[in-house]
Nanobody, 127 residues
Framework: VQLQASGGGLVQAGGSLRLSCAAA??????????LGWFRQAPGKEREFVAA????????YYADSVKGRFTIARDNAKNTVDLLMNSLKPEDTAVYYC???????????????????WGQGTLVTVSS
């Protein structure tokens, strides 16, 4: 499975962006996977942002983005999108999407639980 993240860019604080994760060789209509979004700021470790678990349609968010970001599947485009509102300068990072077909809820926030990663898309939020 090849993942492609897109939609990053430069936005002012308080603005919005929509990131999309497309998967070649995988349909997001299938069951049995989780799609996570992670981010990595310069000099920092990669951190969990949000995840969508297809079985049950559960969503998970980091506390730092809860209420501002929404992860959702777009059936028409076969993508899993991350809608980011009320962006803050501290949201600046490279954002990655990742896929796992073996994940369980207890590990959904861990990067090591995902086996396919996209190349990343840069989000820059200016103050």
């Amino acid at each position: 499975v090849q993942l492609q993240a897109s939609g990053g860019g430069l936005v002012q604080a308080g603005g919005s962006l929509r990131l999309s994760c497309a998967a070649a060789g995988h349909s997001f209509s299938n069951y049995g996977y989780a799609l996570g979004w992670f981010r990595q700021a310069p000099g920092k470790e990669r951190e969990f942002v949000a995840a969508f678990r297809r079985n049950g349609g559960y969503t998970y968010y980091a506390d730092s983005v809860k209420g501002r970001f929404t992860i959702a599947r777009d059936n028409a485009k076969n993508t899993v999108d991350l809608l980011m509102n009320s962006l803050k300068p501290e949201d600046t990072a490279v954002y990655y999407c990742a896929l796992s077909t073996t994940i369980i809820s207890s590990t959904i926030r861990q990067p090591t639980a995902y086996n396919s990663w996209g190349q990343g898309t840069l989000v820059t939020v200016s103050s």
